[in-house]
């Protein structure tokens, strides 16, 4: 499975910005799709997961589930994560991983496929 992330640019703080992860194959719809990122000089952190088609049960890390939405476009195939009240901490390369045991959902080791990256910047 092949991933594309895009989205990402420079936002001035407050701001909302709207990333979408696309695939490459119909399986993503049955499949975990997680977004992390990593935030310069920083580990890899999870952001946000949701189920597969159908379930569409979303997962959220606590310090950002009040400012972040993620969702599936079934007829696109893609899912998005919908981002606002942007600011600096927020800087960093957001990727998008699929296919995960649902025990792992939050753990960056157990993802099989991984997208390339988009960089995220928010200016002060």
């Known amino acids: 499975v092949q991933l594309q992330a895009s989205g990402g640019g420079l936002v001035q703080a407050g701001g909302s910005l709207r990333l979408s992860c696309a695939a490459s194959?119909?399986?993503?719809?049955?499949?975990?799709v997680a977004w992390f990122r990593r935030p310069p000089g920083k580990e890899r952190e999870f952001v946000a997961a949701?189920?597969?088609?159908?379930?569409?049960?979303?997962y959220y890390a606590d310090s950002l589930k009040d400012r972040i939405t993620i969702s599936r476009d079934g007829a696109q195939n893609t899912v998005d994560l919908q981002m606002s009240g942007l600011n600096a901490e927020d800087t960093a390369v957001y990727y998008c991983?699929?296919?995960?045991?649902?025990?792992?959902?939050?753990?960056?080791?157990?993802?099989?496929?991984w997208g390339q990256g988009t960089q995220v910047t928010v200016s002060s």
């Open positions: 991983a699929t296919h995960v045991s649902p025990t792992r959902v939050r753990w960056s080791d157990g993802y099989r496929y």
């Open positions: 194959e119909r399986t993503f719809s049955v499949s975990f």
């Open positions: 949701v189920g597969p088609a159908g379930n569409g049960f979303a």
